[in-house]
């Protein structure tokens, strides 16, 4: 398992991180997608062998948003 966190730009309110999670959350491989609005950032947690860090940030831009690694 692999942890990661996202700078997410683009949230306003709790709906879009609701988007956020759930598209990562679509992903298969996706363990767990943690969204955090006043930071404007992500946690997710993956399995590496299945899921890439470019598809993470793809499926954020997906629905809106634009996501970036931090780590």
């Known amino acids: 398992m692999k942890k990661t966190t ?3 730009t683009g ?4 709906h879009c991180v ?7 959350l679509d992903l298969q491989g996706v ?4 969204v955090n609005l006043k930071k ?6 993956y399995d590496e062998t299945v899921q890439t860090l ?3 940030t793809a499926a954020v831009k997906e629905v809106g948003y634009e996501a970036e ?3």
């Open 31 to 34: 363990i767990s997608a943690k």
């Open 54 to 56: 470019d598809n993470l």
């Open 18 to 24: 609701n988007k956020i999670e759930t598209a990562l």
């Open 6 to 8: 996202l700078k997410i």
């Open 11 to 14: 949230m306003s309110c709790a």
């Open 69 to 71: 690694p931090v780590n």
């Open 40 to 45: 404007g950032a992500a946690k997710v947690k």
